[in-house]
C-alpha cells in the first residue's frame, strides 16, 4: 500500500535503521510506520490511512525508539538515519493495550447489530493486540445512536472512535469539510460541521474508511452481514473515469460496491453515484429470448434473427445498421464490429450510449460511458454517431437494424423493416424488435472497459447473468456461425486476444490472471 | 495348536463328534461366494464382507468398508477448529469423549498451550474418557455375546453401559453425541453430585460385569466359540499395527496411556492387562480386565479431583462466559472473533495420538495458521485393526466370522470417518 504512493519531489539520500533487530535502508521521508509495513513488522493503526494525511489521534502505531524517552507514533514520524526501532517491546505492547482499553471503555456492544461487526479493525485489534477482560463496571457514555447526517449516510456517534478519517475525507479528497469534532474528553463526538450535511459526491468513502461501523451506508446497512459477502475485482461503469471496485456479492445479488486501489486512476476511492450503479443490474431485466414479442428458446431466437439480419443483407446492405453501445465491454463491441464487416457487409455502425452529465475535477466524468474509448478505438474512423442514427432513421437510410446494448436516444423506430436487438434490459426498442435476445451485464461477464486515460482494465464475472442471457460476444459468435462464417471464439481472453492484435492502441494490453470470488469471511477483515 | 483349524474345535453335532467326522476337506464342496453385509445384523457398522466358502469353511474374504463415510476430514477443512468436535463425537461413537479429548490435546499442542490446561480439567477428561473405554467395552463385549446368543449377558453389560450414558448425558447434555470437551479444557465443570452418583454406578457395574463374566468365561459354549478362534501373533500385530485390546491380546503390551503418558495418566496406579494367545477369548478377556483398571484410574481420580477451573483463562482460546460477553464489550469481541474466524492456530503440523477404545488414535493436523485446519487426518485403530481380517478369516468356519469380528471390534464411524 505504502509503496505505491508517490516518491518525495527530490530525491533525497537513503538512510540506514534497525527495525526489530533487522538493519534496513529506506529512502527519506518515509514514516516509521510506512519502513514497518515494508519489512514486515505489525503495526496497528485505527487513524492513519494511507491516502490521508496523519493526525496520531489514535495512538495505536507507537513503537519505542532507542534514546527517546517515549513512545513516539510511528505513522507521523519520519525515518531518520542510525534509528534503532522497537515495535513489539514490553512497553509498547502495555501502552498499546491501554489505549484499546480506553478505546473501549465506552464502545457499545453492539457487534451483533453492527454492519462493521467482521470487517471492524476494533475487533481486530483487540483481539490480536489486547485480549484481556474488561475492567470497568460502570456504565458507559450514551450518545445519539441513529443520526441522519447525510442522503447516504447514518451516524451511530456511540461507535464512534475518533479517529476522524472521516472528516479527512470529507476535506482532503471530496475538498468539502462536512464532519467536525465536537466536545472534549469522553463527551467528545463526531457530528456535521454548522448548517451542513453530508451530501457531498464522495461521502461514502466515510463509510468505507470509518474502522468502526459509526457510519454505515443507509444502502446497506442490516441488509447483510459482511463475512456472507464474496468479493470480486472489477471495474465501475458509472463514468469513463473506470475506477476500480470489489463488487460484493452474496447469493448471486450484488450488495454493493467498494472501491479498489489504483494509484493511477482512483486511489482509495470512489464517488457516490458509482457506487449505486448495481442497482441496474438487478432492476427490469431482459430474461429470455423472444420473437415476435413471446418468450423463444435461444436456438430458434437466434435462427430467427439470422435469417431476418440475412433477409436485409442480401437485399440491401447498405440500408442494414448496427448500433453499439459504449456501455459494452471490448469483446462484445470488437465481436459485433466483425459481425458487421465480415457476416453483414455493412459499414453503418453508430455507436450509441448514455448521455452527458455532471462532472468535476476529482474523480467523475461528463461522459457516464466506461467504454467510450475502447468502442472508437475498436470502431474505428468510420464509426456514425447517435446523432447519424437518428437522422438516418428519420430519412429512410436505414431500415433494418441490429440493435446491441442500451442506447438512451433512438429515432422513430416503427419506420424500420427489420429491428433486431441484444439488449441486457426490457426497453422500448426490445418491445418494438421481432427478435430481442438477453445479454449479460458487466457484472456478470469476464470482460474489460478502456477508461478515459486509455487505460484496459479487467472486469470478473462476479455474479451469474440474469435468466438466460449470455455475454455478447457469445451472441455474436452464434449469429455470425447462423449467417455462414466460421468463427472459433470459445472464451472471452480469445476475443481479447484478437482485440489486442487489430487495435494498436491496446496492443500492450493483458488479460491478466483468473480471479475467483473470495469469501469476506476468509480474506481476514477488511479494516 | 499351531493351526486353529486343525486343532482348536470340537463342536458337537448331534450324537457324533465333529472330530470323528471326515475332514471337511474330503467333503465333495465348490467354491461359492457369500456376501455378508453392508446390513447384515452382525455386520455392525454397516461393513460388507465377500467370503468364498467352501461348505462351512472361509477360503478366502475381501472385508470392503466405506459405508460409513461422512468426509470427515474433508469437512473439518472447512469447520472452526471448535466446530469439529461434534464431528469427532461421530468417530468412535460408543466413546465419544475419548475422541474428543484426542483431538483437543492435538490442537493444543499446535497451540503450545497442552502445558497450560487446568489441571481440573485434565482430571476430568481422565474421568469421561476412561467411563466411554468402560462404555465402549461394554458395548463390544455385549454385542458379541449376544451374537453368541448370550442375550442375558446383552442386557447386563448394556444396562450398565445406560447407567453410565446417563450420567455423562447429566453431564453435557446428550447421551452420546456429548461434544463436551473444548480446546483449553471441558466446556463446564462437573455437575454437583457427580462424583457420588459415578461411585454407585461403579459399584453397580462391577457387579453386572461380574455376572457377565460368570456367564460367559465358564461357559462351555461360549469358550468353544472363542478359544483359539482368529489366533493374531505378537508379531503379526507389530506388522499390521494393530494397537489397543487386539493388540494386547497378543502379548504386546502397547497402551498409549502408559507407554506415552499424556493428561495426568501418569499419576494413576493401573495395569494394562494382556493376553498370552492372541486369540478372541483374550481379546474378550483383555476388555473384562480393562474395564476393572479403569474403575480403579476413575476411583483414583475422583480422590485426587483438584479444585479450580476447568477452562484454560486466555481470550483467544476459550469463550468467554455468556454473562461478560452480554455485557462487555471485550468479551462480546472476543466472542465474535472466536465464532466467526475460530481459534487462531500458529502454521505447523502436529501428529497427537491417544489411547482410544481401540488403540492407538491419531490426529494428524496441519494448520496454516488460520481458523480452520488445513488438514485434519485421523488415524483410526481399527482401520488397522480391522485390516488383518484379510489374514485372519480364511480357513475359519462362517460361524467363527461372528465373534472374530465381534471381537476385533470394528466402529464404521470411526474405521470410514
Known sequence: MADERQAPSAPRANVKMVIDGQACEFPAGLTILEACQRVGSKVPFFCWHPGLSAPAVCRQCLVEIKGFPKPVPSCYTPVADRMEVVTGSPKVLDVRRQMLEFTLLNHPIDCPICDKAGECMLQKHYFDWDARVARNDGGKVRKAKVVDVGRHIVLDQERCILCSRCIRVCNEVARQPDLVMAFRGDRQLLTTAPGQRLDNPYSLNTVDVCPV??????????????????????VCPGCATGCNIEIHASRNLIRRL??????????????????????????NRLAAPTVAGAPARWDAALAEAARLLGQARDKSPATLGMVLSAQMINEDLFAFSRLATECLRTDRVYLAGSPEGWCDNILVSADKNPNTTGAKLIGGPTLRTAADLQRDIEGRVVTALLLVGEPDALGPLESLQTLVAVSSHQNPPVAAAQVALPLAMWAEVDGSFTNRQGKVQRLYSAIAPAGQARPGWET???????????????????????????????????????????????????? | MDDPSQTARRVVIGFGDAANLPEADDLPTESMPLNMGPSHPAMHGTVRMVLEV????????????????????????????????????????VSPMLNNVGYALAVEKLL?????????????????????????????LAASAMELAAFTVFFYLMKAREWLWELLEELSGARLTHSYVRIGGVVADLTDDFCPKLRDILRRCRASIADADKMLTSNRIFRDRMDGIGIITRDDALGWGLTGPVGRSTGLAYDVRKDHPYLVYDRFDFDVPVGSKGDNFDRYAVRLEEMRQSMRILEQAMELLPAGPVLIDDARVALPPKREVYNTIESMIAHFKLIMDGIVVPPGEIYSFTEGGNGE??????????????????????????????????????????????????????CDR
Open chain 2, 361 to 414: 488414535l491419531g490426529f494428524y493436523i496441519v494448520s496454516n495458521g488460520t481458523g480452520q485446519p488445513w488438514k485434519c487426518r485421523v488415524r483410526p485403530p481399527c482401520f488397522a485393526n480391522l485390516a488383518v481380517l484379510n489374514k485372519l478369516l480364511p480357513r475359519l468356519f462362517i460361524a467363527d466370522l461372528v465373534p472374530t469380528f465381534g471381537m476385533i471390534n470394528m466402529i464404521g464411524g470411526e
Open chain 2, 54 to 93: 467352501e461348505g462351512e469353511k472361509i477360503r478366502s474374504v475381501d472385508v470392503q468398508i466405506g459405508y460409513l463415510h461422512r468426509c470427515f476430514e474433508k469437512e473439518a477443512e472447512n469447520a472452526t477448529w471448535t466446530q469439529i468436535f461434534p464431528y469427532t463425537d461421530r468417530l468412535n461413537y
Open chain 1, 476 to 527: 455474436a459468435v452464434r449469429l455470425a456461425r447462423a449467417l455462414g462464417a466460421a468463427w472459433t471464439y470459445g472464451e472471452a481472453k480469445q476475443v481479447f486476444g484478437d482485440v489486442c492484435a487489430k487495435v494498436t492502441l491496446m496492443s500492450r494490453a493483458d488479460w491478466g490472471k483468473p480471479e475467483m470470488p473470495v469469501q469476506l469471511r476468509f480474506a481476514n477483515s477488511r479494516g
Open chain 2, 112 to 140: 503450545d498451550i497442552d502445558k497450560k490446561i487446568p489441571e481440573r480439567a485434565q482430571f476430568i477428561r481422565v474421568i469421561v474418557g476412561e467411563i466411554s473405554r468402560i462404555t465402549d467395552h461394554l458395548t463390544c
Open chain 1, 213 to 234: 461501523g459509526a457510519l454505515t451506508a443507509k444502502d446497506f446497512r442490516f441488509s447483510m452481514r459482511a463475512w456472507e459477502l464474496w468479493a470480486t475485482p472489477s
Open chain 1, 258 to 283: 467498494v472501491p479498489r486501489l489504483n494509484s493511477a486512476v482512483n486511489k482509495y476511492w470512489m464517488c457516490d453515484d458509482g457506487r449505486l450503479t448495481y442497482k441496474h443490474v438487478a432492476d
